[in-house]
């Protein structure tokens, strides 16, 4: 099942709407208790991700699922096409050399960020500085963030599990994230065209 598209806006229009999407998708599926709280606590957070992301930011919101042998598998996306605008670019966070973007913080702060600055890459340079970046954030040592053509949480927690000593700060972000206690996992698809950021949460059947 795939809810209907709901276009959400950077002054949060759309939220009410998406919000009854998510309540009638747990209804639909039986989910309740403290499922169809993780639930609804997962997308309020993927819909404040955007307040404010963009001068004219929209995107597009929806839930989908697929019935895999461990239970229900519920996705909550929110995908949006590149929106270039040089003039916005004094204004986003500014990323340190190491590549590591030290002004945004917490697990959905970095999210925002790779979201934000991939939607006004304009160019090849553009283009490699977000992966510099993408990269940096799941483990600036990986060959596996390289390979991927995704930034992933499950990768992300992992890779800091293994330096957490030297990387404490980022971990106790990581323990104190709503987003990473809920979620399974959590995706950040970088395409040509647009951008998708994917929350995956299971229902155990």
């Keep these: ?7 959400i806006r950077s002054d949060l229009r759309g939220r009410d709407e998406a919000m009854e999407a998510a309540e009638k998708f747990a209804v639909y599926y039986g989910i309740t208790g403290r499922n169809a709280l993780h639930l609804r606590l997962l997308t309020e957070e993927t819909i404040s991700m955007v307040h404010g992301i963009l001068d004219e930011f929209s995107g597009k919101f929806w839930l989908e699922s697929e019935k ?3 239970g229900l598998l519920c996705r909550i996306c929110l995908s949006a096409e590149k929106q270039v605008n040089k003039e916005q670019e004094e204004h986003m966070l500014s990323v ?3 590549g590591r973007n030290e002004n945004a913080r917490g697990v959905m702060g970095k999210i925002r960020e790779i979201l934000r600055r991939s939607l006004q890459s304009s160019n090849d340079a553009d283009e490699q500085y977000l992966w510099k970046m993408n990269s940096a954030w799941i483990d600036s040592g990986s060959s596996s ?8 949480l499950q990768l992300y927690r992992q890779n800091l599990s293994e330096q957490k000593a030297q990387d404490k700060e980022e971990w106790d972000e990581l323990e104190k994230s709503i987003i990473a206690k809920l979620a399974d996992e959590v995706k950040v698809w970088l395409r040509a065209d647009s951008t998708t950021v994917t929350i995956e949460k299971l229902i155990a059947g």
């Design 96 to 98: 340190s050399s190491s």
């Design 145 to 152: 963030a390289a390979d991927s053509n995704f930034w992933s």
């Design 1 to 7: 099942m795939k809810t209907d598209v709901i276009t």
């Design 68 to 70: 895999t042998k461990k």
